[in-house]
């Protein structure tokens, strides 16, 4: 019913940028909040960025003043500049959204992951 889909990983020297995308499809009334997480190996996922639908965005400490994450409400799409890149940003970067859809009966919320996108910043 609902699909999140990621496109613009790749593979980036140190010191470089990439955008990354996110669209939401399906029957979407609204979307609440918009985010970006990631996970290296061996770790956790972790939040990077969030936007809600009204209010201020949210950063991880590691990505502030290097990442802006913005929304296009009308596409449904959630976008993650990324720039002065390190090696320790790669990981595969999610895209997430918590939404309220219509499932053919009803509306409902519930929080939706895309599949990934592997960042790999190296030289």
């Known amino acids: 019913q609902v699909q999140l889909v990621e496109s613009g990983g790749g593979l980036v020297q140190p010191g470089g940028s990439l955008r990354l995308s996110c669209a939401a499809s399906g029957s979407i009334l609204k979307i609440n909040v918009m985010g970006w997480y990631r996970q290296a190996p061996g770790k956790q996922r972790e939040l990077v960025a969030s936007?809600?639908?009204?209010?201020?965005?949210n950063y991880a400490d590691s990505v502030k003043g290097r990442f802006t994450i913005s929304r296009d409400n009308a596409k449904n799409t959630v976008y993650l500049q990324m720039s002065s890149l390190k090696p320790e940003d790669t990981a595969v970067y999610y895209c997430?959204?918590?939404?309220?859809?219509?499932?053919?009966?009803?509306?409902?919320?519930?929080?939706?992951w895309g599949q990934g996108t592997q960042v790999t910043v190296s030289s």
């Open positions: 997430n959204a918590d939404l309220v859809y219509f499932t053919g009966s009803y509306y409902t919320s519930r929080e939706y």
């Open positions: 936007v809600p639908s009204g209010g201020t965005t």
